[in-house]
């Protein structure tokens, strides 16, 4: 499903329409990918996709260049191939990760593959939440714990 309201819009782009989806399709292959343009940049929003779901969305040529990614699958092993993000080249790649969290996320080869493609590295387990602003100047990214620096810091 697509809107489109002069230059901002969303797409949907995954999972496929209802009848195209696989029955046997992993929980993670059902996330919602969504693509948000506004006059001041563009948004990806990866859910918790696999690396064989990026595939599908790169054989419809479905990835689209992003100012500010929401790295697939909290930055796993499983998810954001080379070519995935070489095709979303985002300059900002924000991992949601939890603090200690049990499965290590994000990856540290992850987290190369994005800063090696020039991404600037946001995470909420280190830097708290992350805000996404587009202007009509441009995309700002900020982070909670860089606002509300404490003394002892």
């Given at each position: ?15 496929p329409?209802?009848?195209q ?6 929980p993670?292959?059902?996330s ?6 506004a ?15 990026e595939?599908?969305?790169l ?9 500010v ?20 080249r ?15 996320h994000?990856k540290a080869?992850?987290?190369?593959r ?15 939440a ?7 100047a ?13 003394y002892?810091?």
């Open positions: 499903e697509r809107w489109t309201g002069g230059a901002s819009g969303f797409e949907f782009l995954h999972p329409a209802a009848g989806a696989e029955a046997h399709a992993r993670n292959s059902r919602c990918v969504l693509h948000v343009r006059p001041g940049g563009a948004l990806l929003l990866a859910g918790d996709i696999e690396a064989r779901d595939r599908a969305l054989a419809r040529g479905a990835v689209p260049r992003a100012d990614l929401l790295v697939p699958h909290h930055g796993s092993a499983t998810s954001s191939s080379p070519a995935f993000v070489a095709a979303a985002p300059a900002h790649a924000v991992f949601a990760t939890g603090y200690r969290n049990r499965f290590g994000p080869e992850v987290a190369a994005y800063a090696a493609a020039g991404a600037a590295l946001w995470r909420t387990d280190r830097d708290g992350v805000t996404i602003t587009l202007t009509g441009g995309v700002r990214v900020s982070s909670f714990r860089d606002a509300h620096r404490r002892w810091r």
